[in-house]
């Protein structure tokens, strides 16, 4: 079959390599669509010294039951299913109270679960293998734009779910990076609470289809974004901000706009940082406020984003390319000309 490996830093390749075999417990799954992440291109620009080369990538796979291992009884061939993207242990302190997302057996302190595409082959291929126990049947859901509901559907509802307290009716959130997680990030907030969305991006097109997915309010980014959220609120704040870029200027953003005892979210990985001073003056936070390093999510963050989709609150705004042009997908991708998610299809 054909698989896209991550050869070195900067490089990924077509091969030609076997079907996976699986074991008692696993599922062999036909692949429909594998979703391309901003993640991917971190990994794609790691230096040498990356654990994981010669990996299949992709995260975010969607397909269908090809065949059970001998254990396996609650799938059929033919299954629509969604591969999840933490592959967590399921047993440990954490896997049995539901954070299935710091699993400290398939995770440690200092790594995140094991994950298809990092250090597991992933679904940028014609087959994907998994334990059955990381599969969701996907019902009503379309397989073929499904994929990204792996990531960029779950980690959202993640963060989301986190900060359920503060949003209230009248409250206010802003989302910082309408691209994969953002517009779905948005159509969350949109299904689950009533409060006022505020969008920001420095996309004209990104900021267009954060008002078709559910912003009350689209705001290029800059100062006087800033100045304006500020002004809004009476120079209080706003409760809940995610940031989905995680840059220096998004970071800012977020410090700068969150309202006392309010809450940041930051899921983007783009290298940004904010101080933080133990004392009375000078630090850049209001009291009281909440910040996350948020992590991926928990099966029962899926199943609520599965659940979202198939009443069609969510759809997944898709780019579909032939796996055979992932290189085009990924520069695409790099240089901000993808809307919504990108697909790569076997
Ligand atoms: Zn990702
Ligand atoms: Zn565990």
Redesign the pocket.
């Given at each position: 079959m054909k698989a896209l490996k991550l050869i070195g830093p900067g490089k990924i390749q077509i091969q030609e390599v076997p079907v996976p075999e699986i074991g008692p417990d696993e599922v062999l799954i036909k692949v429909v669509g594998a979703g391309l992440c901003h993640s991917d291109l971190h990994i794609l620009h790691q230096g040498q010294d990356w654990p994981f080369f010669g990996t299949t990538m992709g995260h975010e796979t969607a397909g269908h039951i090809e065949s059970l291992g001998t254990h396996v009884t609650d799938f059929a061939v033919g299954d629509p299913v969604l591969v999840h993207a933490v592959w967590?242990?399921?047993?440990?302190r954490?896997?049995s109270v539901g954070r299935?997302n710091a699993?400290?057996?398939?995770?440690s302190r200092n790594q995140f679960?094991l994950t298809p595409g990092i250090g597991a082959d992933g679904g940028m291929a014609e087959y994907i293998k998994a334990r059955a126990k990381h599969v969701d049947r996907l019902g009503a859901v379309d397989v073929v734009t499904a994929a990204p509901l792996a990531d960029a559907g779950l980690t959202p509802m993640h963060a989301i779910r986190s900060v359920r307290d503060l949003l209230l009716d009248d409250s206010t959130v802003v989302v910082i990076g309408i691209g994969g997680l953002g517009h779905i990030a948005l159509q969350i907030l949109r299904a689950t609470s009533r409060c006022r969305i505020i969008a920001v991006d420095i996309d004209e097109a990104r900021l267009a289809a954060a008002r078709r997915n559910g912003a009350d309010q689209v705001l290029h980014a800059g100062s006087d974004a800033v100045r304006t959220i500020l002004a809004e609120s009476d120079n209080y704040g706003v409760d809940v901000v995610l940031d989905f870029v995680g840059a220096q200027s998004t970071i800012d953003f977020a410090t700068g706009v969150v309202a006392p005892e309010g809450a940041i979210r930051i899921v983007g990985l783009a290298g940004g940082s904010f101080p933080f001073n133990a004392s009375l003056e000078g630090e850049v936070l209001p009291w009281g406020v909440n910040v996350q390093r948020s992590y991926g999510g928990t099966p029962a963050d899926q199943a609520e984003v599965l659940a979202l989709v198939a009443e069609q609150r969510v759809n997944v705004d898709v780019v579909k390319y032939p796996l055979a042009e992932a290189q085009r997908a990924f520069d695409d991708l790099e240089a901000g000309r993808i809307s919504g998610r990108a697909i790569l299809v076997p």
């Open positions: 967590a242990c399921g047993q440990c954490p896997c299935e699993c400290s057996v398939n995770g679960p």
